[in-house]
C-alpha cells in the first residue's frame, strides 16, 4: 500500500519543466541575392527543429497568406519608388544630353568669324550696332541705363543647368560642370537687385545688368576684355526722348564731344573756354593777349 501511494503523489505533482516557457534560440543565417530560396530552406529546417509549427493543420496556407502581404508591400514599395526613379534617369539623360553638346560644341566657341575685328588707330574696337562688342565667347550691348549680355548655350538647356551669379563688381556665367565662360571683375559697378537672367529661345542666355552709374558708357563688359572706343558710341535718338531733359542734355552733349573729337576739334568745354577769353580780350583791349593761347 505504501508504494501504491508514493506512485499517486508523484502522479499528482505537475511537471515543472512543461509549465516553463521555452527560452528564445537564436538563428543565424546570410542571404545570396542570387539564390534567396536557400535562406528560405534554412529558415525551415530551423523551425522544424525548434518547433512545432510546420506540424500545424493549416501551416501551408498561413505561409501562402504570409507571402502575399509580404508581395503586396514589395509591389506597393516599387510602385512608390518607380516615379522617383524614372525622373532621376531623365534628369541624368538631359544632363548627359546637354554635356555631349557642350564637348561637341563648346557654346559654338571653336565658330571663328574670317572677318576680323574692327579697330581703331588707338588699338580700341569699334562697338557693334547696340554699343557694345562682339566677342568669340558671348557679345554684349549696352544704353547709359543698363548692359545686356548674351551667352550662346546649346539647345535645349534648361534653367537647372545655368550659374549665373551677379554681384555688384563681379559677373560669373557658365554651365554647370563647365568652365565659366564669364568669370571677371566688372567694369563698373551694377545693381545686383535690379538685375536678372533668363533663357531666350532655348539656344541663348540673357543677362540684364543695371548699371550704377547711368552716365557713363562701358568700355568692357568686364576688365581684361578687349575695349571698344567710346568716341564711336552711336546712342539711338528714340531712346534720347525717353529721358529726361537734364540727362538728355547731358547725353547729347557727350554725343557731340565725341564727335568734335573724333574730327580733331575742341570740344564743348573747350569751346566755352574759348568764348571766355575772347569776350575778355575785347572788353579789355589794353592788355596784351599777344601770347595768349587759345586751347
Known amino acids: 500500500m505504501a508504494i501504491i501511494s508514493d506512485y499517486q503523489e508523484e502522479e499528482a505533482k505537475p511537471s515543472t519543466s512543461s509549465s516553463q516557457p521555452r527560452k528564445p534560440v537564436s538563428f543565424n543565417a546570410s542571404l545570396d541575392p542570387s539564390n534567396p530560396v536557400g535562406l528560405l530552406e ?3 529546417d530551423f523551425l522544424g527543429k525548434e518547433t512545432d509549427f510546420l506540424r500545424k493543420e493549416n501551416v501551408d496556407k498561413e505561409i501562402a497568406a504570409m507571402v502575399r502581404v509580404a508581395k503586396e508591400k514589395s509591389e506597393k514599395k516599387v510602385e512608390e519608388v518607380a516615379p522617383k526613379v524614372e525622373l532621376k534617369k531623365k534628369e541624368v539623360k538631359e544632363e548627359n544630353d546637354i554635356k555631349k553638346e557642350v564637348n561637341k560644341e563648346p557654346m559654338d566657341l ?6 576680323k575685328e574692327e579697330e581703331t588707330s588707338s588699338g580700341l574696337r569699334v562697338p557693334n550696332k547696340g554699343n557694345g562688342l562682339d566677342l568669340e ?4 550691348t549696352q544704353t547709359l541705363q543698363e548692359v545686356t549680355v548674351n551667352v550662346p548655350v ?7 543647368f545655368v ?9 560669373k556665367v557658365g554651365l554647370k560642370g563647365q568652365p565659366p565662360v564669364i568669370d571677371g571683375e566688372l567694369l563698373q559697378p551694377v545693381k545686383p537687385d535690379d538685375c536678372y537672367w533668363s533663357i531666350e529661345d532655348n539656344c541663348s542666355l540673357s543677362i540684364l545688368l543695371t548699371k550704377h552709374n547711368q552716365m557713363e558708357w562701358w568700355k568692357s563688359l ?11 558710341v552711336e546712342p539711338e535718338n528714340s531712346k534720347l526722348s525717353d529721358l529726361d531733359p537734364e540727362t538728355r542734355q547731358t547725353v547729347e552733349k557727350m554725343m557731340f564731344d565725341q564727335r568734335q573729337k573724333a574730327m580733331g576739334l575742341p570740344t564743348s568745354d573747350e569751346l ?3 568764348e571766355i577769353l575772347k569776350k575778355f580780350m575785347s572788353e579789355h583791349p589794353e592788355m596784351d593777349f599777344s601770347r595768349a593761347k587759345l586751347m
Open 154 to 160: 546649346p539647345s535645349g538647356t534648361r534653367s537647372r
Open 222 to 232: 568686364v576688365k581684361g576684355d578687349p575695349e571698344i572706343d567710346t568716341q564711336k
Open 137 to 140: 565667347k558671348y557679345s554684349w
Open 110 to 115: 571653336d565658330k571663328k568669324d574670317d572677318k
Open 42 to 44: 534554412k529558415v525551415f
Open 272 to 274: 566755352q573756354k574759348q
Open 163 to 171: 550659374v549665373c551669379e551677379i554681384k555688384k563688381n563681379h559677373l
